[in-house]
């Protein structure tokens, strides 16, 4: 069974910088695809980044320029760096995994962001 252990979420000031990991484990294959997604409260939950296993990154357009998305395959880990945070960021983040036509998430982890 794979399983998504989510770290590095907090609370900070607008214009700070936090960094997201997820680290699975559980499988000795390779995801199709890493991605971050986030859910604010009375919201759906959103895709913010995605991370193709050829290679190819996606971004939200209200992240494009700060947030950047990054794995680590041997350590089959995926992370977050999000710089110049604003409060409207303030949400979960969950960290999804795909292999094939399966997906697997992380629990979430907190990211506030006060004014």
């Known amino acids: 069974q794979v399983q998504l252990v989510e770290s590095g979420g907090g609370l900070v000031q607008a214009g700070e910088s936090l960094r997201l990991s997820c680290a699975s484990s559980?499988?000795?294959?390779?995801?199709?695809?890493m991605a971050w997604y986030r859910q604010a409260p009375g919201k759906q939950r959103d895709l913010v980044a995605i991370s193709m296993s050829g290679g190819t990154t996606t971004y939200a357009d209200s992240v494009k320029g700060r947030f950047t998305i990054s794995r680590d395959n041997a350590k089959n880990t995926v992370y977050l760096q999000m710089n110049s945070l604003k409060p409207e960021d303030t949400a979960v983040y969950y960290c999804?995994?795909?292999?094939?036509?399966?997906?697997?998430w992380g629990q979430g982890t907190q990211v506030t962001v006060s004014s």
């Open positions: 999804n995994f795909r292999y094939g036509n399966v997906v697997y």
């Open positions: 559980g499988s000795a294959f390779r995801p199709n695809a």
